[in-house]
């Protein structure tokens, strides 16, 4: 049976889109006297209720977006990228002005968060990183911002630059200890943070054993 | 304390060509970009296909973005777009001139979609014109607020509440059930 194939009216005249957006927007009825009755519109809403509950549910079924998806999109992007513009690849933007906090303007205030904090975050996430023995507390880059422990920070409003001296253990393979600090490191600053960091630059300094 | 950078931020920083901040936009938006081409679309794949398109589409257009509407309307207005380009190509399956054949066996997609409850209600959404599922997706799927579909659409709010009754009246008339 198509029950509403017939016309856009009930025959007790009663327009059916009134109804249909009735039922949709969980509205009053205009004419509740009537409507509780007359006999074509109980039908109709009879009919309408259960259909538009299944559009409720649909709209309620958990949809899993695929699971490449965000890396199909930023690997295209990365291309775009390079075929573009080399140079402004994020690993070789430097930043050129120094600040000591990181700042984010909000709607109902601003924020800032401290380098000592983004520093601690990263000191944290590389240290717990396997292959990772120390940070290189000796040594210091000046010409980048302040270094404490073997890592610098540098913020230029909310991008963070930092750079990490590691101390790896022998016989891990360097590319993938780094790339483990990378990735780890990027994730808690930006979980913890909420800022995004655009350039993690490490420099192994030494090799440990036993 | 947690702190979450807000839209705002991570579009500013994307704006300024940073790819890992434009990630999380990515994250923070896919499912609900995807939800709408899988609507609006009816298949994964078309839907998968809108999506990755949209979000390409933002990074290279985000220097235009002028933060006047939310980050996530200015997403629904080119996704909604790109679903509608894709409706509006003619689908190769069907194409009389390309000569190749639909294969007649239930693959893995069809067997899905015996099982789907609500197989009749996607048909019907599928019957509306592009013009009638937009809204309609975008109201009673995305949650949207006439004045935000109208955002999306490019229509005023009075427009959408027409053609958003409309595509309501032909999904009932259109539901066998």
């Known amino acids: ?210 | 304390m947690v702190l979450v950078a807000d839209d705002v931020h991570l579009v500013r920083a994307a704006q300024a060509s940073d790819a890992v901040a434009f990630e999380e936009l990515v994250r923070r938006h896919e499912l609900r970009i995807y939800r709408l081409a899988l609507r609006m679309l009816g298949n994964e794949s078309d839907a998968q296909d809108a999506a990755q398109e949209t979000f390409l589409q933002a990074w290279r257009a985000l220097a235009s973005f002028r933060a006047e509407s939310a980050f996530s309307t200015w997403l629904y207005r080119i996704a909604t777009n790109c679903c509608l380009a894709t409706l509006s190509r003619p689908r190769p399956d069907t194409d009389p001139l390309s000569g190749r054949e639909m294969d007649p066996r239930p693959g893995p997609d069809s067997i899905t979609v015996e099982r789907d409850r609500f197989r009749s209600l996607k048909v019907a959404i599928g019957r509306l014109t592009p013009e009638q599922r937009a809204p309609l997706v975008l109201r009673e799927f995305e949650g949207l607020a006439y004045e935000e579909i109208g955002e999306v659409l490019g229509l005023s709010a009075g427009a959408v509440k027409g053609r958003l009754h409309r595509a309501r009246l032909e999904l009932v008339k259109g539901a066998v059930p």
């Open chain 1, 1 to 210: 049976m198509k029950p509403f194939q017939e016309g856009e009216h009930l025959p007790c005249g009663v327009e059916l889109v009134g109804l249909v957006n009735q039922v949709a927007e969980d509205l009053r009825p205009p004419d509740p006297e009537h409507q509780s009755s007359c006999e074509h519109c109980r039908r109709a809403l009879a009919e309408l209720e259960p259909m538009w509950g299944q559009v409720r549910e649909l709209a309620r079924q958990e949809v899993i977006p695929p699971s490449a998806l965000v890396a199909t999109v930023m690997q295209a992007i990365r291309a775009e990228r390079t075929r573009v513009s080399p140079e402004e690849l994020p690993l070789r933007e430097i930043v050129p002005r120094l600040v000591e906090h990181a700042l984010l303007l909000g709607e109902r205030g601003s924020l800032r968060i401290g380098d000592s904090v983004i520093a601690q975050v990263i000191v944290r996430e590389a240290l717990a990183t396997p292959g990772v023995v120390a940070l290189d507390a000796g040594a210091a880059s000046p010409r980048f911002g302040k270094s404490s422990h073997g890592v610098t920070v540098s913020m230029r409003e909310s991008r963070v630059s930092a750079q990490l001296l590691l101390v790896v253990e022998i016989g891990w393979p360097i590319p993938g200890v780094v790339r483990d600090v990378r990735e780890r490191v990027g994730q808690a600053v930006r979980t913890i943070t909420g800022l995004a960091a655009v350039a993690i630059d490490m420099t192994v300094t030494d090799v440990r054993g036993e």
